[in-house]
T-cell receptor
Framework: DGGITQSPKYLFRKEGQNVTLSCEQNLNHDAMYWYRQDPGQGLRLIYY???????QKGDIAEGYSVSREKKESFPLTVTSAQKNPTAFYLCASSIDGANNQPQHFGDGTRLSIL | QQQVKQSPQSLIVQKGGISIINCAYENTAFDYFPWYQQFPGKGPALLIAIRPDVSEKKEGRFTISFNKSAKQFSLHIMDSQPGDSATYFCAPNTGFQKLVFGTGTRLLVSP
């Protein structure tokens, strides 16, 4: 089955700790995205990547970092600089980032602070 | 900053009724108007989308109505079913797929 796999499903972070969220896709999509979803709010874009070894900041990139070394993988690191990291994090992909193409989402990682 | 206003925030509809969710936007450059459906604990999934060169698109029980001059588009769910209970997001965009999500509408269809 083709799709997007996010892991872990739940993650806890201690103060001052960096944590990395995994996102893997086997859809052969060029473009990948990370979103943050807070209760009662829409999704906000953190980072996106149109192609391997290239990525761009979204609307709320501060306190986050990404890498795109492989087409199928787009991990997100939540750094200690992100002061309010508790949220539901969603990874998505699309064929090539052009308009009129649906984004396919994973089932998310819920991050909480210990 | 791009603004997308979605209403209502929550909606309760009886089984078999019509659910209507609205989305108003400001950016006239938007040229793709999708609706996403999200179940609890899951990621959103594309439900239906429309281009601005048509005023309505229907797929099964789901219809998008688009009013370019009013900068609004809406989702109609006919014969609403309990399985339609979910959160719905409009997410208009343009160019590279930088979606601008509405704040969501939580729909509950009562049996």
């Amino acid at each position: 089955d083709g799709g997007i796999t996010q892991s872990p499903k739940y993650l806890f972070r201690k103060e001052g700790q960096n944590v990395t969220l995994s996102c893997e896709q086997n859809l052969n999509h060029d473009a990948m995205y990370w979103y943050r979803q807070d209760p009662g709010q829409g999704l906000r874009l953190i980072y996106y990547s149109q192609i391997v070894n290239d990525f761009q900041k979204g609307d709320i990139a501060e306190g986050y970092s990404v890498s795109r070394e492989k087409k199928e993988s787009f991990p997100l690191t939540v750094t200690s600089a992100q002061k309010n990291p508790t949220a539901f994090y969603l990874c998505a992909s699309s064929i090539d980032g052009a308009n009129n193409q649906p984004q396919h989402f994973g089932d998310g990682t819920r991050l909480s602070i210990l | 900053q791009q603004q997308v206003k979605q209403s209502p925030q929550s909606l309760i509809v009886q089984k078999g009724g019509i659910s209507i969710i609205n989305c108003a936007y400001e950016n006239t450059a938007f040229d793709y108007f999708p609706w996403y459906q999200q179940f609890p604990g899951k990621g959103p999934a594309l439900l239906i989308a429309i281009r601005p060169d048509v005023s309505e698109k229907k797929e099964g029980r789901f219809t998008i109505s688009f009013n370019k001059s009013a900068k609004q588009f809406s989702l109609h769910i006919m014969d609403s079913q309990p399985g339609d209970s979910a959160t719905y997001f409009c997410a208009p965009n343009t160019g590279f797929q930088k979606l601008v999500f509405g704040t969501g509408t939580r729909l509950l269809v009562s049996p």
